[in-house]
Each structure stands twice: as C-alpha cells, then as structure tokens.
RNA sequence: GCGGGCGUGGCGGAAUUGGCAGACGCGCCAGACUUAGGAUCUGGUGUCCCCGACGUGCAGGUUCAAGUCCUGUCGCCCGCACCA
C-alpha cells in the first residue's frame, strides 16, 4: 500500500486553511446556498461519533453544491454556555471561560481532521460578549414589546442542578441535564410569551419544506385546540359568580352533570367560608401536591376526587343544578382549570360518575352508555333545541351561537403548549439584562451599555435557596436605575441554554458586525437557511423557540423572512455494536478520534454515510468499516490503471449512469445508495481493466464530496493544480445514461422464467419474437393456447397460456 | 390510551414506487500469491427434497404480476401522555 493517509489527510487539510477554500464569498451577486447544521456544545468529553454523522450529511451537500457553482454558507459555532461546563467549573475549580475555550480549542481541531468544509472564518462562540451582546438585545426588544413577565408559580426545579427548568427540559418528571427527579417549588420566574406566537408557528409551518413527522410533532407540541368557553353560575355565591370552563364539545351541554375543578383553582380559596366540607379539600390538595409527576401518569386509570359541599352549578342549558367536584384529572394549567363533565360522552368524566355515582345522560345516540362513554357521532337527543341535529359540527355551531347569544359563551382556542420559562439560577449564562428599581419597577438596561457582562468570580456554586451565584456579587447587583438614576438592584438570573441557539443562524450572516445582530444586505442575501439538518431531540425545542424568536425579529423589522429555515431533515442515531444505544456505561462509545486515527478521515466519513438510510438509526460495526476503507484503497489503485483520454466505450454509460444517480441521491441524502453507485462503477473499471485519464478525473470529482482528502491527493497526482473541491461538478448526458438495448423477463402466468435482450422500446411483437428464441420460454408456451399477452416495454413479457 | 415509524439472507441494508427480490458492503466457503496472514487477488454464497419448488413478521384479499395496494393480526422502536 503507498496511500498514506494521514500524511494525506493533513497535508490537504492545511491546504485547505491556507487556501482558505470554503469560506463563504462577500459577493452578493452569486446564487447562494446556506446549509446549516446545529452547532455542538463544547463539553469536555470532546466529539462523539453522533456529531460526525449530524454534519457529514449537509458536509456532502455542501461541498457538491460548491462545485456546482453556489456561493456556499457552511457554517460551525459553539453553543457554549451551560450546565456540563458549569459544574465541572465547580468540580476542579477552574473558571467556566478556561473551560469552555479549552473545549472548544479540542473541538475545533478534532471537527478539522475530519476535513469538514466549513467556513472557519465566521465561527461564533454564544459565550463571546460580542455575541450575547445580541442575544441581551434580542431580549431587550422582547421586554419592550411586553413578550418578557415575570409570574409566581409553581416551577419545575431540580434539586440536583438547583435550578428551575422549563417544561419542555423536565419531561417525563426528570431533569433533562443530570436525569434526577423533578420537584415542584413556588418561585417567581421570568416568562417570555410564546404562547402569543402559537397559531404563527403553527401556520407557518405550511409554508416549510419539513421531514413530515417533524411537522407532525411541531403540531402537537404547539397542540391548537378550538372550541368554547362557557360561565357556569355558582349557587350561594356572590351576584352573577360563575365557574367559566372551556370545552371543545359544546354540543353536549345538555349532558352536563357535574363539573370538575383543578385542585388549585382559585374559587375554593375565595369562598372557603361557604364551603362546608373545606377541610377535606384541603386535605386532597395536599395529598396532590405530594405526588410526583410518575405517580400522577402511573394512577391515571383510578380517578380520585372531593365533592364541593355548599356551592353547586348551574348548567346554563337547562337550569339545572349539578355538583362540583375537585378532581387532579383536571389541570390548572390547561383552559381555565375548570371543565363541564359530560359523562355520557367523555371516558374520563363516564370513569369519574360512575365511581361517584353520578348521573349519566345520554345526548347523542349511537352507543350504549350504561357500558362505555360513547365518543362517536350521532343523533342529538334530550337535548331541546339540538334534538335531531345529525352532526357534531352543525350542534357545535348551533351550540356556540346560543351560548353567544346569551352572553354565557363564546368561540375560544386553547393550545397545549405554554408560556416558556426563561431563566436559570446559575453563573454560566447570559445574564438578564433588567434592572429592579423600587420606584419604576422593571427597567431594561440601556441598549447602550450592551452587553451586560458576566462579572468575574471564583465561587460558581449556586445558593441553597436556589438564588443565583450573581447574587454574591455586590458590585454586580448594584447598580443606579437607569430611569429615576436611584439606588436599585440588577437582576441575577441568566438565561436559560436555548437563548444563544436561538437565532445564532443570524449571526454566520454577518459574525462580526458591531452595528446590528447582521446587516440588512447578509439577512437579505443569506436568510432563509436553505436547508437545516439535525437531531430529532431538538425539533420540538430549539426549533420552536428559535422559530418564534425568528418571527418576533420579523414581526418588528429585524429581519426579511418570517421562517427561519426553508427545509428541515434529521439524522438518525449512530447505535453501539450491540444495537444499543451508545453510552458510558454500557461502554459502547465509538470514539471518533479512535477510528480517525487506525483508518482516517475518508473512510470515517465514507462508512458514516454508507451504513444505512441517513435518516435511521444503525449499529455500529467495526467489520463493515472494512468495505470502505478497501473500496478506497482500490480507488487510489486506479491511479495505475489510468492511461490515455477520451471515454472507453465499455465503460461510457456506467460513468454516465453513475453522475446522474449520485446527483440525484446527494439532493435526497441517500447517501448510501449514492457510495453503492460508486462501488459498482468501481467494479466494473476494474473488471474493464481499463479506464482514461479523463474518467479517472471523473471518478474524482464525484467521489470528492464524501472524500476529500483522497480526491485532492489523485487529482493533484493527476497533474491538476488546483483543489477538486473547488472543480467543477461533473454533468451527465441522458442520452448515454441508457443503453440500445434492454434486458426483460420472461414470464409465464406471472412467474419470470427465463431472460431475453431486446432492443430498447420495442413492440410487443419483436418482444414476442425474441422471446421464442428462449428454449425454455417457448418450451412453455408451444402446445397450450394463448390467453393473453401482457407486454410492458422494457419491462416484462408475460404470457398467459391454457 | 393517542400519534408516528418499522418488520426483507448469517449481519448492515437495496429495490426506478405494482414489473427479474436480495444492489452495495460485511461475514462465510473455495482457490491463488505467500515463511506467515486479522494483507491482497480470483470465483462462489437466500432456503430446500437443487433440471424443480419455496421465499420480504403472520393470515387472508385485489391483480396477468404484490416487499410495494386493501383487510385483519402479532412484534419492535420513537414521541405525547387525564389537553377537557
């Protein structure tokens, strides 16, 4: 073997730096193409062979459509403030800005020996002043446009990080970071008003070219719902009292037998003096805010609950008076806390009447309530002035305009997703650019005296009582209000980690402009992202947030577009050799550096992409790796093959074959198949035994994409001066793509029995002809009687004999 | 429970969307070259009762023709989870 690549590798690699070769061109004039992968978390642990995958598929695309003559935007970054780095601050004592430079310097050098083609000169580091600079003005813009409050509430906290996560970094009822146990704590926290956003992110996404499942899970995440709310009157309470619900069922009214509110609901404290039975309720409030998140999803099929004694409902339909019951099937957090229960028609509520005995009134027929709920369509009944409407949608309508009529309803919308709480009680992060003043209340600090700085300590360690670290810091707490100019405090909160990703996209426009997050020219010219490729952890988070971060900086003239991203792919996991999960402690982990090292760069990157369908997850297998590197030893082999110019004729139709479906499967990430197209091209040079120079350079130039470094080295041994990588892409002529002549199958009564080669698009009677000529086919059809022909050009011939 | 996806050789996976199932690679078998082979090269490799038949989780159906479409069923994976 004389391919030596590592010598290879790093000589091309330092070619590229010098050459500066895939920074993105300033000319605006240029068809561009951004490509943008999601840029890593610097941790300690350096790269994992994950990240490999996440940006080995636009690394592909990227660098064919470089060669197809794009202005090219491919960028990196680093999202580098966070918890990981925070603590192993705490852990050796070294400061998080040490840390976090340290790491970035292994990743930078671990991202560059793979031969990525990203565009080093516009990195970002999220924990740079210069960059949350914008990330504090972004959020200062929010402030001013009233989309930033603060509100007492119950929080997701972690006991562990002593920190107050959002709903979305605790699911399942554990942190998201160390995976302990959640515990809910009252706190006054910082919200910004996503929810504001909800039917802007919603529709947007019929705009977006989106893997289907990835829209599928925005929708549910963001979870619109349409339906009614309604006032229910309370008896011996105040004048004109009500119990205001929301329902999307509406037409059920007449069902209504009882109502359920949330334990916490706000009408138990007002009238616990006409409450007779207060006691008890409180009691079940606190045996609901004892259980934890697992215990309340593993009880969901036993329902508990308290009647409220003294106070009863009216049902506004028909007048009649219904209990009220406390229940914590019914959540605080979603519609009002309160619902209408029809249990006739809902499995909940029928779960709940049945245990508690209550009435069951059937309003549409069609099932048989004294077994189950019935949830389907039917015929109203018992149901006055609804009585038989056929359809739910026309007895909604009817429903709602009543209730309008009435003044005791209107039309309403409710969605699943909730205000996002935007704060974290730790040192390294975006500090919080308020200022608490005892006269004015909030102030933003000016935008003038952006950013506002991180202050410099040595004790990270977060307070008991879950404060800040910034709140030991006295020069940094205070400060003069910048409104009233007396003595105030500044708020010691920072953002939480999805803050800096959440428009970093905008920043590789324009990565140094001191004037605006990105001038208007690199917005324009740059933004949309054509094309973002990710994990599928990040497409109900980070997308979403990042999205209505986009459309707020639309919403107020920031930027161009209202969508951020124009199509939006994700990678699937790269598995452990046992088709597990790669972690730790399963002692799975496939270091990238590791098969760098024994193989290099191109065959890393070559078996990345050959594995599987990009798009799923598979195992890692230390033989396979084999393939590719054997494949590409055989490549540098052609080297010693190659003589003459000019196209062999043998080969001319598989080359032309071949730059049409590795074309084609770049554009659709089907990079499997595109490498297999390689393979078989390469098969079948070496069983021509012959190829041109001409081909050879061919063959360069498609295999380049997915390996670089040998692609420069051949070209350069091929005479060449300048990079492949910056060559220009190779174009097919359909006309050679297909051959004079075609192979179809023979068959009898739908079985394939023999082959024949007949001339491309011919009729079914030369077909016919040629099959005759098959011993074996006619055999089979001389002496029976033809039913039926069937001929499908160039396909199969099929005979149907009797 | 609801939503989405997936079941194809010993293994990872292909299949122009209804038209020769198993491309490409791994592994395996045989041979060559070798002092040696966890190197390289050549040939072979779905299964079986091997001139034939059977084969894409299972059972049916539509069709000249089904991995692909329809009905039912089993298994696995991933989201969300009492959302009113």
Same mark, same amino acid.
């Given at each position: ?7 290879? %590798? ?7 730096? %010098? ?12 068809p561009?193409f ?22 080995s598929g636009l690394?592909v695309v990227s660098r064919k459509k470089?060669m197809q003559g794009y ?6 970054? *680093?999202?580098? *403030? ?20 340290? !790491? ?25 002043? !210069? ?8 959020? $200062? ?13 119950? #929080? ?52 977006v070219d989106y893997l289907p499942n990835i829209k599928l ?31 999307? $069922? ?9 109502? #359920? ?6 009408? /138990? ?7 007779? !039975? ?15 998140? *697992? ?9 508990? =609950? ?7 409902? /009216?049902?506004?339909?028909? =007048? ?33 009447? &049945? ?7 059937? #309003? ?13 369509? =039917? ?38 997703? &909730? ?21 004015? +209340? ?88 054509d094309w973002?490729n ?32 124009a199509k939006r792919t994700a990678q699937g996991?790269?598995? +452990?050799?046992? +088709? ?26 070559v078996y990345?992409l050959f594995m599987g369908d990009y798009g799923a997850?598979a ?5 396979s /790796?084999?393939g590719c590197?054997r494949f590409?030893?055989r490549v540098?082999?052609l080297?010693?093959m190659a003589?003459g110019n000019g196209a062999t004729p043998k080969l001319e139709s598989a080359f032309h074959k071949a730059i049409k479906k590795v074309t084609e499967d770049i554009d659709t990430m089907k990079f499997n198949t595109a490498i297999a197209t390689l393979m078989s091209l390469l098969n079948d040079i070496y069983d021509a035994k012959t190829i041109t120079i001409d081909e050879l350079k061919l063959f360069v130039k498609l295999l380049c994409p997915f390996a670089?470094?040998?692609a ?6 091929? =005479? ?7 060559s220009s892409w190779p174009v097919y002529d359909e006309a050679k793509t297909v051959d004079d002549t075609v192979v179809i199958a023979l068959q009898v009564l739908g079985k394939t029995k023999d082959t024949v080669e007949v001339p491309k698009d011919c009729d079914e009677d030369t077909a016919f002809a040629a099959a005759m000529t098959s011993e074996k086919f006619a055999s089979l059809v001389n002496g029976k009687t033809i039913v039926k022909k069937i001929f499908v050009k160039n396909k199969i011939f099929n005979i149907i004999v009797k």
């Open positions: 073997m004389s391919y030596n690549f590592k010598a290879v %590798e790093e000589r091309w690699q330092k070619v590229w730096d %010098e050459k500066h070769a895939f920074e993105a061109k300033e000319d605006h004039t240029l561009k951004y490509a943008l992968v999601e840029f890593p978390y610097p941790s300690g642990a350096g790269m994992h062979v994950g990240h490999i995958k996440a940006y690394e470089r202005n090219v935007l491919f960028p990196i970054g *680093f999202d580098a *403030f966070g918890l990981p780095t925070e603590n192993s601050a705490i852990k050796y004592n070294t400061h998080p800005r040490v840390l976090t430079d340290r !790491n970035i310097e292994k990743f930078t050098s671990q991202l560059k020996k793979v031969g990525f083609s990203f565009d080093w000169n516009r990195v970002i580091d999220t924990t740079d002043e !210069n960059y949350y600079k914008w990330t504090q003005w972004i959020f $200062r813009k929010m402030f001013d446009k009233g989309l930033v409050f603060r509100e007492k509430t119950l #929080v997701n906290y972690c006991p562990h990080c002593k920190v107050v996560l959002s709903n979305e970094d605790s699911q399942g009822g554990k942190c998201d970071i160390c995976h302990s146990d959640i515990i809910q704590k009252s706190k006054e926290v910082w919200y910004l008003r996503i929810t504001e956003y909800a039917d802007k992110l919603l529709f947007g996404l019929d705009k899970q925005q929708e549910n995440w963001i979870g619109r719902s349409e339906g009614a709310f309604a006032n229910f009157k309370l008896t011996n309470c105040d004048e004109n009292e009500s119990l205001r619900i929301y329902t999307t $069922r509406c037409d059920t009214m007449f069902g209504v037998t009882f109502m #359920v509110i949330a334990p916490e609901h706000p009408i /138990i404290e007002k009238y616990r003096d006409r409450i007779t !039975n207060i006691a008890d309720l409180d009691a079940y409030k606190e045996a609901c805010a004892k259980k934890t998140e *697992f215990e309340r999803t593993q009880l969901v099929k036993d329902k508990t =609950g308290v009647r409220i004694e003294g106070i009863s409902a /009216i049902n506004p339909a028909n =007048g009649k008076e219904i209990p009220i019951y406390i229940s914590d099937y019914v959540m605080m957090g979603y519609g009002t806390g309160a619902i209408m229960a029809v249990p006739a028609h809902d499995e909940r509520d029928y779960e709940f009447a &049945k245990k508690f005995g209550i009435d069951i009134i059937e #309003v549409i027929s069609g099932g048989n309530i004294e077994e189950a709920a019935y949830t389907g369509d =039917g015929e109203m009944v018992n149901s006055d002035f609804l009585n038989g409407i056929k359809t739910k949608k026309e007895a909604i309508a009817k429903m709602l305009a009543y209730l309008t009529e009435k003044g005791i309803g209107e039309k309403g919308v409710q969605y699943k997703m &909730k205000d996002w709480a935007f704060n974290r009680q730790r040192y390294w992060g975006e500090p919080i650019p308020i200022i608490h003043c005892p006269h004015c +209340g909030m102030v933003g600090v000016p935008y003038e005296e952006l950013p506002l700085r991180l202050p410099d300590m040595e004790n990270f360690e977060p307070g008991e009582g879950g404060e800040s670290p910034l709140a030991k810091v006295e020069s940094f707490v205070n400060c003069t209000c910048p409104k009233c100019g007396g003595a105030a405090k500044r708020e010691t909160d920072t953002m939480p980690q999805w803050a800096g990703s959440s428009w970093y996209f905008l920043r590789y426009c324009d990565p140094n402009n001191t004037e605006a997050l990105a001038s208007k020219e690199a917005l324009d010219y740059w933004m949309p992202v973002y990710g994990g599928m952890e990040h497409v109900t988070r980070h997308m979403i947030y990042s999205r209505f971060w986009h459309h707020f900086l639309y919403d107020i003239g920031v930027v161009p577009h209202d969508e951020p991203y996991l790269i598995l +452990g050799p046992d +088709g597990e999960k790669m972690s730790k402690s399963k002692g799975n982990v496939v270091d990238p550096n590791d098969v760098v090292e024994e193989y290099g760069a191109d065959v890393l990157r990345i997850a195992p890692w297998s230390p033989s /790796i084999k590197k590409l030893e540098e082999g080297m010693y003589k670089p470094h040998l420069e080295e051949l070209w350069s041994r091929l =005479g060449e001066t300048e990079l492949v990588s910056l």
